[in-house]
């Protein structure tokens, strides 16, 4: 049986999207696409999309919204990483590694949960 959809991307609201963009990028090393196919270039108030360059994670697209955000994420990031880089970049800790969990939770400049896991 076929099913009915398929993964395509994942999408990010953020009130300053190109800054949260560009965070993401330099976080995960990913880069932005700022032209579309045609190589007409993508408007600032457009989502910015940010791609894996070697083609092997999804295409996140980061999506500008009015509202800051105020809850808890019902889906989040996991990351491979160093924690102590990732807080020097800007990110924020919201739960340290402990007895319950072997990885550390952070948000990002704007409040967006995420997973950090040691590098194996």
Known sequence: MTAPARFKDLCLDARDHQALANWWCAAIGYT???????????????PALIIDPSGAGPDIWINPVPEPKTAKNRLHFDVDGDRDALLAAGATLVRGQDDDIDWDVLADP???????????
């Open 110 to 120: 704007e409040g967006n949960e995420f997973c950090v896991f040691a590098p194996e």
């Open 32 to 46: 932005r696409k700022d032209t579309l196919d045609d190589g007409t270039p993508r408007e600032d108030d457009w």
